[in-house]
């Protein structure tokens, strides 16, 4: 059987719940945990407040292999994640000797009690040290504790990425240039006899070239391109614009 792994995401953050900062960050791990044949179960967004982040946590760690935390690890008053987190392993919260060491070493006599607020890690905390990151990423248990600022969640998530592999997801692509009412029958007919393929369909208006985008995905390989040739026969041939 083809190996898989499931992740969840906790976004934190009052700012994306209010409009006030848009969420990239979900966007880019989606993408980046599919190409590692990571399937991301669930997004959630809480606001910084502890009791959201550690019922969160409560749920995340058992449902999900691997669990990403994304905002609130910064040296001001609502940065309160790994509290939160803290919280939801019955961990207590320590300064790591190794972090503390790193900050007043680049801080020197500017070093102050919020700046030193970015050394505290949950009780157990390993640190990583791969890729070109110049402040280890922190993971805990199965929770990579990650920054919400996005050039940083991205440099993070790619420092650990070798860690996270599964095996890949597959996948074929056909546009047709009929509504999606008038193919959702050879769909469902197609998942009725491959009901393990993971089935997609995306109208898409106003583009001249295609109504619908149909995507095919599964690990197995064999059994992609079976259910893929299925749905090209059923298709009426002039429905079929181009295929990937």
């Known amino acids: 059987m083809p190996r898989d792994r499931s992740a969840g995401l906790i976004v934190i953050g009052n700012e994306i719940l209010s409009g006030k900062v848009a969420d990239t960050n979900s966007t ?25 982040i550690t019922a969160a946590v409560r749920e995340f760690k058992d449902r999900y292999d691997v669990v990403f935390t994304s905002g609130g690890v910064g040296p001001t008053h609502d940065d309160v994640t790994i509290e939160g987190v803290a919280r939801g392993l019955d961990r207590a ?9 790193l900050l007043r070493g680049f801080f020197g006599d500017k070093i ?3 700046r030193l607020k970015m050394a505290d890690v949950v009780e157990g905390t390993e640190l990583i040290l791969e890729g070109s990151v110049n402040f280890p990423t922190v993971v805990v248990e199965n929770i990579f504790i990650l920054p919400g600022i996005p050039e940083l969640f991205e440099e993070k998530f790619n420092s650990i990425r070798q860690r996270l592999g599964a ?7 056909i546009y047709t240039n009929r509504f999606e009412t008038t193919i959702a029958q050879f769909l469902n007919q197609t998942m009725a006899e491959f009901p393990e393929l993971m089935l997609g369909s995306y109208p898409k208006l106003n583009d001249p070239e295609y109504r619908v985008k149909v995507t095919l995905e599964s690990k197995d390989r064999d059994y992609l391109q079976r259910a893929f040739a299925r749905l090209l026969a059923l298709l009426p041939p002039d429905a079929v614009v181009r295929t990937e």
């Open 28 to 52: 880019f791990l989606a993408r980046g945990l599919r190409e590692l044949g990571v399937t991301l179960r669930r997004i959630l967004v809480v606001p910084d407040e502890l009791d959201e």
């Open 93 to 101: 919260v320590i300064r790591h000797p190794h972090l503390e060491s």
């Open 112 to 114: 102050n009690e919020p």
């Open 167 to 173: 095996d890949p997801f597959h996948l074929r692509v």
